[in-house]
């Protein structure tokens, strides 16, 4: 049994996909020119008052009914105190005693178990801008197209254990936003983003340990390695007679270590009131169940409705329903072909969703259509193509959107059937290779697999592999 228990809570940030900011009518165009998405208000010039839109809090109390939150009719902005350079205003308008969504959870599997982890509130705010750094001119500039873009703080319950089970949380929010399509999920750029906050307690305690808060994680496999990288650090200092110090640490992904940013701030710190220039926000009943009447199928209901229709294996249905973009070319792949939905499956699972990972395409941009792949697959049930061609010609026709049928002809790839054709390779082979025919017929039988590779390469792997193999067998036997 462990000696130390691991104690993970998630602050996710993902913003939302508005076309205006939160409180000001900016574009939030991500990679505009340095502080061309900029107003009075989002740059917080004096005498200007915040006006909230209204697409925030219907995305916010989406995301709450989505993950069994209390949607709180009445909830308050609040200035959260502190002073950066890129919060002009010295504030940022946030929420505190009374967030939009409280108490949620959401279901994740790690090694085949389910846990529920708890959301503890869900809570809008705008975002800051951006510092950056240029060592090449010993200077700092802040851009501040981001500031003021509307995001949502996603705020768990110190339930995970294991760095494993935060990335399966995390995959699992970012799927259910993408399925909402409230944000693009974009962690690269920052629109999905977390901190995570991490201590160990020996194992059995209940008290919690001291936390420490890791940023700078743009990525599943940064925050993994993070996590586990401070896991041990902090096990390594009390197996060493010291003390875990609360603060704020940066992630280096060069070298996979965390490292001391300051100290970390409590609540008080922030000096929370409410924002006298907005009021309380008040939600009519009858909005939010128009809400919760237009969410969709979420990740969860899908991939059960994927093992029970098309009978699939849960790595396969966990797969096809992490993005809602990858589930809907599943399906329509699933409805424009006469086969078994588990060998569309099986082709979208190991060669499309690699080609896409490769290539950084999403998957409704692909040019090989649903319907297209359909066809590809139905050239190779009725013999017209062997799989290993079907395969070989993937990834070009991914790239081209050719028409399959076209595309076989086109490039003679048709497979070889004939049976004359093929039985004059099958004489040949065998001539050209006694003493392996001797000893199959002997009873070495695994030569087989050695005859129809010599086939294969003969024909330059079009030959039918149904018809080698049944005259291999004859012609040996």
């Keep these: 049994m462990?000696?130390?228990?691991?104690?993970?809570?998630?602050?996710?940030h993902a913003h939302l996909k508005t076309r205006s900011k939160i409180f000001c009518s900016c574009s939030t165009t991500f990679g505009r020119e340095p502080n061309e998405n900029v107003c009075a208000v989002c740059s917080g010039m004096p005498g200007v008052l915040p006006v909230l839109n209204a697409k925030v809090p219907e995305f916010a109390a989406k995301m709450g009914l989505a993950t069994g939150c209390e949607v709180n009719l009445t909830s308050v902005f609040a200035r959260k105190n502190y002073f950066y350079p890129d919060l002009p205003k010295g504030y940022q308008i946030s929420q505190f005693e009374l967030p939009i969504c409280e108490r949620g959870q959401v279901a994740i599997e790690v090694d085949g178990q389910r846990k529920v982890i708890g959301l503890t509130r869900i809570h809008m705010e705008e975002d800051a801008g951006k510092n950056i750094h240029s060592a090449a001119e010993n200077a700092s500039f802040v851009d501040l197209n981001r500031a003021g873009v509307p995001l949502i703080e996603i705020v768990s319950e110190p339930d995970m254990r294991s760095a494993e089970e935060a990335?399966?949380?995390?995959?699992?929010?970012?799927s259910i936003l993408l399925y909402l399509g409230i944000c693009d999920g974009n962690m690269e750029e920052?629109?999905?983003?977390?901190?995570?906050?991490?201590?160990?307690?020996?194992?059995?305690?209940?008290?919690l340990g001291t936390r420490a808060e890791l940023k700078n994680l743009n990525s599943f496999k940064h925050v993994q390695k993070a996590i586990e990288y401070e896991v041990a650090r902090q096990i390594d200092l009390i197996e060493d007679g010291e003390a875990v110090v609360q603060e704020t640490r940066l992630y280096n992904a060069d070298k996979g270590t965390t490292h001391s940013m300051r100290g970390k701030e409590e609540a008080h710190d922030y000096r929370y009131f409410p924002d006298p220039d907005l009021v309380p926000l008040v939600l009519d009943p009858a909005w939010v169940e128009q809400w919760r009447a237009e969410l969709p199928e979420l990740p969860a209901a899908k991939r059960a409705r994927f093992m029970a229709d098309y009978g699939l294996a849960d790595y396969d249905a966990d797969l096809l329903t992490g993005e809602l973009a990858v589930a809907d070319y599943y399906e329509a792949a699933v409805r424009a072909y006469s086969g078994e939905a588990r060998k569309v499956a099986n082709w979208v699972v190991g060669d499309?969703?690699?080609?896409?990972?490769?290539?950084?395409?999403?998957?409704?941009?692909?040019?090989?259509?649903?319907?297209r792949l359909a066809g590809l697959l139905a050239l190779v049930d009725d013999g017209t193509i062997s799989v290993k061609i079907g395969k070989d010609s993937f990834r070009d026709l991914c790239a081209s959107g050719d028409d399959p049928?076209?595309?076989?002809?086109?490039?003679?790839l048709a497979q070889v059937s004939d049976t004359g054709e093929l039985e004059a390779m099958v004489d040949r082979v065998i001539a050209e290779n006694p003493s392996e025919a001797e000893a199959y017929r002997g009873g070495k039988i695994k030569l087989i697999s050695f005859f129809m590779g010599q086939v294969m390469r003969l024909s330059k792997g079009q030959a039918n592999p149904g018809v080698v193999t049944k005259l291999l067998q004859q012609k040996l036997s």
């Design 2 to 12: 462990p000696r130390y228990e691991t104690v993970i809570g998630l602050e996710v």
């Design 167 to 174: 990335v399966a949380y995390l995959k699992e929010l970012r």
């Design 190 to 207: 920052g629109s999905f983003r977390c901190d995570a906050n991490v201590s160990i307690r020996p194992a059995g305690q209940e008290t």
């Design 352 to 371: 499309l969703l690699p080609s896409l990972g490769e290539t950084g395409i999403a998957a409704g941009d692909c040019r090989l259509t649903p319907a």
């Design 405 to 412: 049928a076209e595309y076989v002809r086109d490039r003679g």
